[in-house]
């Protein structure tokens, strides 16, 4: 009683770095210098680090905008606090574009279904809406293309209270690759765009097209803005990229991961050689074994390919997890540390001791990338601020 449950909670517990994170908005701002605006992309619970806990600590640092995908997302970002920029970056429905628009939550557009929408909301609240058109330039999901851009030039000319305020677009191949030739490519196709709005006499206050990869890779992608996600979270988008970015610089050390992931021992039982451990007795001991249970599982985002492959961190040391991942509760093997004992931390992801344990380095055993890991830890678990 009086306990507030994040207080309680240490079964499963998500830590958010608030030194770590400050360092890499402080680190991609000296990289795109002072005239370049930063939107924090905070998407997906700000990739798993959660809304509140990064809005707390970026709000004071001087944010162009919070990216979210949704009005869903925006709605449980600002929790009622009408002063967060907000850029939404995916489709916003008819029906919720009202509710936007009354916010000035700027959105970005690229169906003329949605200019004709805005164009009677404005006209009937009398007040503007602020939009971002996203250009197609090769990615093939969001955008509009080139041949259609002068119909929605025209339609937005009549539109008065339609403001183009900003104009993007989304690179297809720059984390996958060490070859940057599309998205030289699709620099040059928005390039071309751009020049269409010029010779239409429109000038565009925030042109923006570079995510993580884009930002730390290539000034000429910086434009007005970038749109920063992963790399503000201390991970780096992909091999591809670091690998990229060490060809022209020295300097490794320059992302400091945010988010650590803990929980702790809730049983250990001597298991003896022959016996099976967990569901589809997949592991069988080969020696008398000290097996440690660990209350968290493939709903908490500790994704069932990792079954009889992770390790975690218990008393600095690695402990490999035997057996599969269930729902909320996985196995470790920790025969080799002896001192472990019920309610010993565990580290999933983050450092103890000498030893790390890396967002990519389970991205690499399960098979994906470390944006899906860290965005998927269950958005239910308490997020903790640490120094
Ligand atoms: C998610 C997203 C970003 C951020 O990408 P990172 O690689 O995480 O930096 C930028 N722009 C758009 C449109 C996005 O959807």
Same mark, same amino acid.
């Given at each position: 009683m009086g306990l507030r449950f994040d207080q309680l909670s240490r079964e499963s517990r998500v830590e958010i770095s608030r030194s770590a994170l400050i360092h890499n908005l402080r680190t991609i701002r000296a990289i795109v210098g002072e005239k370049v605006d930063i939107s924090a992309v905070v998407k997906a619970c700000a990739y798993g680090h959660g809304y509140g806990q990064v809005v707390e600590i970026l709000k004071p640092e001087g944010i162009r905008f919070f990216g979210v995908h949704s009005i869903d997302e925006a709605a449980a970002l600002v929790q009622g606090d009408s002063s967060l920029p907000i850029l939404i970056l995916g489709y916003v429905p008819f029906e919720h574009l009202e509710y936007a628009v009354e916010r000035d939550w700027r959105l970005t557009v690229f169906n003329m279904e949605t200019?004709?929408?805005?164009? &009677?909301? #404005? /006209? /009937?609240?009398?007040?503007? !809406?602020? $939009? *971002?058109?996203?250009? &197609?330039t090769g990615t093939n999901r969001q955008g509009i293309r080139q041949s259609d851009l002068q119909g929605f030039i025209s339609v937005l000319e009549k539109s008065r209270n339609v403001i183009i305020e900003g104009v993007s677009m989304h690179f297809?191949?720059? &984390?996958?690759?060490?070859? *940057?030739?599309?998205?030289?490519? %699709?620099?040059?196709?928005? !390039?071309?765009?751009?020049?269409?709005? &010029?010779? !239409? =006499?429109?000038?565009?206050?925030?042109? *923006?097209? +570079?995510?993580?990869? !884009?930002?730390?890779?290539?000034?000429? #992608? *910086?434009?007005?803005?970038? /749109?920063?996600?992963?790399?503000?979270?201390?991970?780096?988008?992909?091999?591809e990229t670091y690998l990229s970015y060490l060809l022209s610089n020295p300097d490794n050390s320059l992302l400091r991961p945010v988010?650590?992931?803990?929980?702790? $021992?809730? %049983?250990?039982?001597?298991?003896? +050689? =022959?016996?099976?451990? =967990?569901? @589809?007795?997949?592991? /069988?001991?080969?020696t008398d074994s000290r097996i440690a249970v660990i209350p968290v599982g493939y709903f908490d985002g500790y994704d069932r390919k990792l079954s009889n492959l992770a390790h975690v961190l218990i008393r600095g040391k690695r402990a490999p997890v035997r057996g599969r991942v269930c729902m909320d509760i996985f196995m470790v093997d920790v025969t080799h540390i002896p001192d472990a004992i019920l309610e010993d931390e565990v580290v999933m992801i983050g450092e103890q001791g000498h030893e790390k344990i890396s967002a990519?380095?389970?991205?690499?055993?399960? @098979?994906?990338?470390n944006y899906e890991i860290v965005s998927r830890i269950n958005p239910l678990l308490p997020r903790v601020i640490v120094e």
């Amino acid at each position: 009683m009086g306990l507030r449950f994040d207080q309680l909670s240490r079964e499963s517990r998500v830590e958010i770095s608030r030194s770590a994170l400050i360092h890499n908005l402080r680190t991609i701002r000296a990289i795109v210098g002072e005239k370049v605006d930063i939107s924090a992309v905070v998407k997906a619970c700000a990739y798993g680090h959660g809304y509140g806990q990064v809005v707390e600590i970026l709000k004071p640092e001087g944010i162009r905008f919070f990216g979210v995908h949704s009005i869903d997302e925006a709605a449980a970002l600002v929790q009622g606090d009408s002063s967060l920029p907000i850029l939404i970056l995916g489709y916003v429905p008819f029906e919720h574009l009202e509710y936007a628009v009354e916010r000035d939550w700027r959105l970005t557009v690229f169906n003329m279904e949605t200019v004709g929408k805005l164009a &009677e909301i #404005t /006209r /009937r609240l009398n007040r503007n !809406a602020y $939009v *971002h058109l996203k250009l &197609e330039t090769g990615t093939n999901r969001q955008g509009i293309r080139q041949s259609d851009l002068q119909g929605f030039i025209s339609v937005l000319e009549k539109s008065r209270n339609v403001i183009i305020e900003g104009v993007s677009m989304h690179f297809a191949n720059i &984390e996958d690759t060490t070859d *940057h030739s599309f998205a030289k490519m %699709q620099l040059d196709c928005f !390039a071309n765009m751009l020049n269409i709005f &010029e010779n !239409a =006499g429109i000038t565009i206050p925030i042109r *923006h097209t +570079a995510s993580s990869a !884009a930002s730390l890779l290539f000034k000429s #992608t *910086h434009f007005d803005m970038i /749109r920063f996600g992963i790399s503000l979270y201390g991970l780096w988008p992909s091999k591809e990229t670091y690998l990229s970015y060490l060809l022209s610089n020295p300097d490794n050390s320059l992302l400091r991961p945010v988010l650590s992931w803990k929980s702790i $021992v809730s %049983q250990i039982k001597d298991v003896p +050689a =022959g016996e099976y451990i =967990g569901y @589809g007795c997949t592991y /069988r001991t080969t020696t008398d074994s000290r097996i440690a249970v660990i209350p968290v599982g493939y709903f908490d985002g500790y994704d069932r390919k990792l079954s009889n492959l992770a390790h975690v961190l218990i008393r600095g040391k690695r402990a490999p997890v035997r057996g599969r991942v269930c729902m909320d509760i996985f196995m470790v093997d920790v025969t080799h540390i002896p001192d472990a004992i019920l309610e010993d931390e565990v580290v999933m992801i983050g450092e103890q001791g000498h030893e790390k344990i890396s967002a990519d380095q389970l991205a690499d055993w399960v @098979g994906t990338i470390n944006y899906e890991i860290v965005s998927r830890i269950n958005p239910l678990l308490p997020r903790v601020i640490v120094e």
